[in-house]
DNA sequence: ATAGACCTTCGACAATGGTTTAAGGTCAAG
DNA sequence: CTTGACCTTAAACCATTGTCGAAGGTCTAT
């Protein structure tokens, strides 16, 4: 598959699998006769993990760190696991500092609609 | 107050400091008779409220919108209130975004955890 | 054979949010 | 008077996440 067809069936730019494949997100994939990349279909559903996590709110050197085929940094399972938990705490107090926040402006919101003070 | 003291007090460093000052969310401060900046204390509340519109997930030109005596575009009291509880639902919908994901990591982890299969 | 739609690489550009560096002025203490 | 810790400016640099353009090769259809 040629890279114009994997960016038609993902919805992802030619040029940002480009970009993937430079920043080690995706594989180097094998050239055809005449250089274009070739790509297998494991590369669809590939793409779609990395739009996912980065949906997900992982950046993409996180992303090149737990997926496998890594061609550059090969994790081990458990390393991968162990880095998920880490963004699961990570996750858990951004819940957190968001929910404080949203108390804080709550807050805000109220006092300037009772006084007219602009306090900020 | 000088640059400095305005770092110490408020945990923001002096270059952050002059680029909030460049990018117009910190006003230009007077200026002592050596051309050094001199703050006054209410510079100390309106860092901590850049600071903590910046956790809210305003970016800098949002910020600047509806900090007042911003040099720039300044916003009246009604718009202010408006944006904040725009941005306190947007809050709202991160939280319940991260909670998803919260939810999906969690998963991947028993999966992960069960079956050795690398699944991504 | 020639147009149009692909593909290649490389480098430049963009927006965001800063930090670092270079070159220099100021101030307080020893 | 010199040292060290401040301060000034402007410009360069950084990471992130890409997009765009140039210059050129290839493939398919007419």
Redesign the interface.
């Known amino acids: 598959m040629k890279i114009g067809e994997l960016a038609k069936l993902t919805g992802v730019a030619t040029s940002r699998i480009r970009f993937y494949e430079k920043h080690g997100l995706m594989p180097r994939p094998s050239r055809q006769d005449n250089g274009y990349r070739d790509y297998p279909e494991s590369m669809i559903s590939r793409l779609h993990?990395i739009t996912m996590s980065k949906a997900?709110?992982f950046s993409l050197s996180e992303i090149r760190r737990?997926?496998?085929d890594d061609p550059r940094e090969n994790m081990k399972?458990q390393e991968?696991?162990s880095n998920?938990?880490a963004?699961?705490a990570d996750?858990?107090s951004?819940?957190k500092?968001?929910?404080k926040?949203?108390n804080?402006?709550?807050e805000?919101?109220t006092n300037?609609?009772a006084n007219?003070a602009?306090s900020?």
């Open positions: 993990t997900l709110g737990f997926l496998p399972r991968i696991i998920l938990e963004k699961l996750v858990d951004q819940i500092r968001l929910q926040i949203k804080n402006v709550k805000i919101i300037m609609k007219g602009s900020c």
